[in-house]
């Protein structure tokens, strides 16, 4: 018989909206490559209006803080 491992994943659910009227391709991808550059591993969920991320325990401060970096270059 198979063995069945399962590793549990501490996160919280971080809700992002886009702002209306902009598109939104690559919107998640480009937040998770950012996070990616900073050694974070993240799970994307893509919902109709809004999508989540869910961030490592413990690391929502510095999601927090890169994500305000990103959004204040643009």
Same mark, same amino acid.
């Given at each position: &018989? &198979?063995? %069945?491992? %399962?590793?549990?994943?501490?996160?919280? #659910?971080?809700?992002?909206? #886009?702002?209306?009227?902009?598109?939104?391709?690559?919107?998640?991808?480009?937040?998770? %490559?950012?996070?990616?550059?900073?050694?974070?591993?993240?799970?994307?969920? #893509?919902?109709?209006?809004?999508?989540?991320?869910?961030?490592?325990?413990?690391?929502?401060?510095?999601?927090? %803080?890169?994500?305000? &970096?990103?959004?204040? #270059?643009?």
């Amino acid at each position: &018989a &198979a063995e %069945t491992r %399962t590793k549990r994943y501490e996160s919280q #659910s971080n809700k992002l909206l #886009s702002p209306q009227g902009r598109p939104r391709i690559g919107f998640i991808a480009r937040i998770a %490559t950012e996070l990616a550059a900073a050694g974070m591993g993240v799970n994307p969920v #893509s919902a109709f209006y809004h999508d989540h991320l869910f961030i490592p325990d413990g690391r929502q401060d510095e999601a927090m %803080t890169l994500l305000k &970096a990103m959004a204040a #270059s643009r």
